[in-house]
């Protein structure tokens, strides 16, 4: 045979068995997504995440570990709705990986899969930090968190399309389990309707309207801003009037707040881990919501 | 006709004499109206029936809409010349300042002067730059930015005005334009996002404040886990060190790199080394000489500087929101070889213009840290060193006329500076400072400065550089 065609018939033999050994890199923003990736792709990917569940997304700069990440990163899972404005854009310039510009199917957006709540009427700094999409936390609903699954799937069947029948294999066994978790879930958190709260930031949002609990007031003066002496005061006394059963914190809000309304109001300072990781328990995002419940009902006791 | 037959029927019972003869036209009248009433009846049984279906259909359309609300609110205006619209964002500065020399005799004894704006701001009250930036991508290849500076003196001055690419891809970027330069740390980091009021003493003497290069940047990261970036720019080299050299080809250039990463959760860091060359052509400042005259000095040779530098921040479990603290030096050394020409037919005009070699080998470092101990709060120090080291100008040395009196800015000495600063932050996006220092930048004088500034930004979310 001629060499070269020999040559050629090798080469091509060696490309068409590339694409079964690649691994797919996943970036991921937030823990939840990170534990999502994990989920779907199982052995398949390789998942980084960017930030741990004792960190704020909104505060996170573009260090240098990041851009080393995102450089060889094949898919980015982020939240979007300009959670990670003060840092994703910067990683993805800086990272020189073309895969991952806004626009790419490398760069994939949870909140670009759903109908976000909260949207403000008005754009305008005054009135905190907002976001112009609306809420952006949105992972603490379980369908929401299952419409972004079957997104998500997809996005890696489309950037791995030699693994399909696995991805879609494993979406689907997920979302069944998931389905099955879900409905537990509503009727164990059934006893939480109508739950009055107040919370640090407007991060439970998603939550509340799930579980139809009731923000009753935030710790924040205004989206962004921390917790100050003088509205605290208000709220407190707003409290007299329109009473809260507890007051729920995220694992990376700082304490103080929380220990000193509690301590005034008398209600209980609750505590959640918010993302995987944010406790001992929440190991994934079942176990997430387990914890989450869990957590919240000792508050009926 | 239903009314002329209730006026018929009136008149009817009116005369009660014709009731037995009006008994079949009553029967009659009544029969009418029954059946005009079942008629009636069924027509507003018909109305009701369609004005439910329309209210129901007003129902699932007011949910509907409700629901594609968000959908369509979500995005921004879609349509129209507006909708590509790119960032745009406005820093807004101030200073109030109080200094016991006068900032108009400032200078940093020892070093050639570098041009830029390096003294301490106006006395009372004054207006520091504002920024404004515009940037957006240009299309899936590229994107843009600007950065133009409005001076409280009223000129425009282009800070950045760049394009840089998107698709290149395998860690490759380039770009374009007129940039600040990448080397050392905070050389491309614009001045409101500084954690003093001013440049340290290095970055004065050596760069004018900082390095804006008209040339193309290319920058490669590794695919390491361990963040690693090389860097090279060729420019112009029409900034200090540099000159308006009016020649073809590169007038100057740098390499650079960086590496960094994370510690644990808390701790990041990124450590680098720079080397940046050029050419500089009769590159003037002017001076005095012993007996006050005008003087102007101009070099021509070669300009090479050596740049180290670290940083180091730290925040519990990596959350920056409650406390965190950053920890920044860098070390530079800054050789120049070449010719002065001594020029004093503007002043005195004893010597006229002599000409012999002049070489400098001088070094400067600064340190800082900022420790931000309860949320909005932060409090900084940062102590700067410039070292004389060897400035060997031929003039003097081989006895031309001018004496050392006729160089007195490049008197041997090492200025030093100590400041102290407390910054409190209302919220991302505004801040307030307060700055102490005690500059001792001139050779024989101490400056005493308390400055109060002021730094606003509105418009678009500003990018968290590390």
Redesign the interface.
Known sequence: MNPNLKFLIGLTAWLVVQPALAALNIFACEPEWGALAKELAGDKASVYVA??A???P????????L???A??ADLVVCTGA?LE???M??VQ???????I???QPGYFEATRQL???E?PQQLD?SLG?IH???NPHVHLDPSNIARVAAALAERMVQLDPGETVQYRARAKAFLERWRQASTRWEKVGAPLKGLPIVVHHKNMSYLVRWLGMREVGTLEPKP???PTATHMSELLASLARDPAKAVVRAA?N?PRAAEWLSERAKIPAVTLPFTVGGSERAKDLFDLFDDTLSRLLAVQK | MFKRKLIALAVALAFPGAALAQDADLAKIREEIRQLRGTYDQRIQVLEQRLKEAEANAGKAERSAAKAEPAATGTTARSGESAFNPAISLILQGTYANTSQDPNTFQITGFVPSGGEVGPPKRSFGLGETELTISGNIDPYFRGQLTVALTPENEAEIEEAYFQTLALGRGFSLKGGRFLSSIGYLNDIHQHAWDFQDAPLPYKAFLGNQLKEDGIQLKWVAPTPIFFELGAEVSSGSQFPGSDQNKNGAGGGTIFGHAGGDIGPSYAWRAGLSYLRTSPLNRAYEDMDSVGGAVTNSFTGKARMWIADAVLKWAPNGNASRTNFKLQGEYFRFTQDGALTYNDTGGSAVFGAVTDSFNTDQSGWYAQGVWQFIPRWRVGYRYDQLRFETVSNGIVNNALGPTAADFPVLASHNPTRNTAMLDWSPSEFSRLRLQFASDNSRIGATDRQVILQYIYSLGAHAAHKF
Do not use: K, V
């Open positions: 930030t741990t004792l960190q704020d909104h505060r996170i700069e573009a260090r240098p570990s851009i080393a990440r450089r060889t300009e404005i003060g840092w854009p910067l310039t800086q990272s020189g990986n073309s895969r510009q806004a626009g109908t976000l709540i949207i700094r930090d112009a999409a609306g962004g801003l921390p990376y700082e």
